[in-house]
């Protein structure tokens, strides 16, 4: 969902984080005695463990009223809900270990794991999600808690660990992966992701746009994944970095008021820009909106918000929701898909806020009926029908609503989205009446009739949404809404709202929302308000329609920065050495550097001497796309330490952030493919990765050869015997190492992870060979000149890997 995570941590401290989180399902005793002031918990409590509560009267009263299970299976629900949440993961399909990976799992984990006690009364300890394309996705019928506890898992809980930090597995809430299924996404696509982090479902998205695209071949799509918070920017990188790819952009920009980035017509000349645009607007194929919510669908993963679930939090968000849900329709392509998605049960950040948005958009946007895809998921259609619950008091409609809580309960909360407007002097003349409740616990105003008491429901098709509850499928649970844009939004003319904190008012609103997401307060409690939908100006374009840029105040810097993850220097605002105070672009400041303080520019790469040089040096076929395609993280071209690699899809997009003066908040984008290195880097990695001596090869033959390579760098290709003797033939299967050739040995210049996982790998695959014709795998080195840089070939074998 849009709204759980934590920011970036170091390794520690994310292990640290990880206990705590995983041990959230019991609390020690000495808590209920550390705020004793007598001071009377002792040693002994401070060892021993209960389990957290999860009991909340308010939680089981107002999920009982809105119906959202029927009353014979509620303590079906209530009863899984309080267990933990199974563990579940996905395969990476791009991944060249895909098969491997699917089938280690086949033939080796569901029948070593067969014998383990589990929960919920399945049969199988692990099993395919049967709704999930491919058998990529998988359930474990362990909580996380067991894996991590339990000596019996300890290798299926390694094996997790190892190909989930290299990316060959994502492990992620199995009903947080059903919202991509549902944008039905391309490889030509440019997906939006709104709200990002922790990254989980960009990550499934770039696995997408990659699964059918030609090995070798970069897609023509790109997704561009966004969240407001610093840290939770600097997790979702962390995430996506395990892709290793050149089509994502990583930005930091408020949701609801995303960029359009409408290039003006009469602006700078493409000769002033970085690079020449190819587009004209930022518009998405298709966009992922999963906002910020309360979050009581995590209940099994995160039970500590028993203590904390109150009715108000989703009271407080349904503005937020709207806002953000309407500015991605806004940046949607006619024709485009969104999906709406949040962990929440609750109807007023649900159907209500769907209901909203298409009472918003006219006939422009359609909810889809997509009943019929993913067929095996179990799910269950949306509600047409809710109440509002503010405090301790029911609401049947707006109409119910004091003059106070209209202040905050909005006519966009109910079903019918109708407002009430009292009649003049109405609401001061019984401002001071006491309040009458209704024997159905309705609050009544004087207004009120008997016809008024029968509950709204909505005249939408929001049977057409989608729930997942926990008892169906031993899952979490999720909303869902899928969108389809058929014309250009009308035109939304708002009046203005004050700004108001939520969280002076409720604080617990703020404690959930601290552990979630950091959003901007004011955005949180509009005013009420009324709509009018007028016809579009023709001069008017889409993006700008419902919510407008920000203007030059608005997008200064933000006290926040984002700290690149490989280039930490402090860089200043230039182009090419020069200073540019920015040119005007309509009624913008052009700023083409240093328009985001603390946040390193983004430049496009274009010395030719040093990119000529990497050509020759790496041997580089001319028809490899690099001119354009480079960019640094460093104005001082002099001092450029690394330089990224980005496709086609987003070097247009970056062209056109440059044209509109950076108006996106860019945080990392590109892969990282050059970098310089220097004499202490040399020895760092002569300290980090483990050397093998030339005579201590297994075959002193290829010991012999790569002793005579010249010193630098060199790649080892896993080959097998059969076709040594031919020419070097790359595919998705070649598994090859760099490694540096000094005086008496080799070095491995591969992180011992990687290292780690490559040797399960060659082990799977040697094991799987069992039984078959045995090869004779002999090491053979065939030097090959680039310019001073050797290559090393190896036939398959595992003894080198293994020394190194």
Known sequence: MGGRGRGSRSRTQRKHFRDGRENVWKRSKSDSTSSDPNGNGNSENKTHWKPFSTQNSAFDEYYKEQGIVTAEEWDTFIEVLRTPLPAAFRINPSSQFCEDIKSQLENDFMNSLKAETTDGGEVEAIRPLPWYPDNLAWHSNFSRMQLRKNQTLERFHEFLKLENEIGNITRQEAVSMVPPLFLDVCPDHFVLDMCAAPGSKTFQLLEIIYQSTKPGSLPDGMVMANDL???????????????????LIVTNNEAQHFP???????????????IEPQISQLLFDRVLCDVPCSGDGTLRKAPDMWRKWNPGMANGLHSLQIQIAMRGLS????????????????????????????RKCGGSVELVDVSSELPQLVRRPGV???????????????????????????????????????????DLEHENDEIVISEDGI????????????????????????????????????????????SPLPAIQEKPSKKRSLFKKNPELQEKLSDQVTRDNSGLEPDSRDVAVEKIPEAATEADLIVD???????EPDPSSISNQDDAEETKAVVNGETDSGKAVGK?????????????????????????????????????????????????KNHVKRIYYVSKSVKDVLGLNFRVGQQLKIASVGLKMFERQTSREDFKHLLQYKTIKFADFVDAEFGERASKLMMGCCVIVMRDSKTMSGPIKVDESTIAIGCWKGRSNLSVMVTAIDCQEMLERLSFRMEAEKGSS???????????????VSKVEESETIQLVADA
């Not at 029968?454 to 005249?459: F, L, N, Q």
């Not at 496009?604 to 790496?618: C, L, M």
């Open 260 to 274: 359009g980035c409408r290039a003006d017509k009469n602006g700078s000349k493409a000769s002033e820009m970085e």
């Open 588 to 636: 913008r400041k052009l700023q083409l550097q240093g328009k985001w303080k603390g946040v390193d520019p983004v430049l496009f790469f274009k010395d030719e001497s040093i990119i000529n040089s990497i050509k020759i040096f790496y041997g580089i076929d001319e028809s490899f796309p690099l001119d354009g395609h480079l960019i640094s993280r460093n104005s001082d």
């Open 443 to 486: 609050q009544l105003t004087e207004d009120t009739s008997t016809e008024d008491l029968i509950e709204e429901v909505s005249d939408l098709p929001l049977e057409r949404c989608m729930r997942i509850v926990p008892h169906d499928q031993n899952s979490g649970a999720f909303f869902i809404a899928v969108l389809q844009k058929l």
């Open 229 to 247: 918070d610093v840290q939770r920017c600097n997790l979702l990188i962390h995430q996506t970095k395990r892709m290793c790819t050149a089509n």
């Open 384 to 426: 047409r029908k809710w109440k509002v619950r503010d405090k301790d008091l029911w609401l049947a409609s707006h109409r119910d609503a004091s003059k106070f809580q209209r202040s905050h309960i909005l006519q966009s909360m109910f079903p019918s989205g109708k407002s009430y407007v009292a009649p003049a002097n109405k």
């Open 331 to 358: 940046l949607l392509k006619v024709g485009g898909r969104m999906v709406y998605s949040t962990c929440s049960m609750n109807p007023v950040e649900d159907e209500a806020v769907v209901a909203e948005i298409l």
């Open 549 to 555: 840029e920000p203007d030059e105040a608005d997008m």
């Open 774 to 788: 045995a090869q004779e795998n002999k090491l053979n080195v065939d030097e090959l000149k680039l310019n001073g």
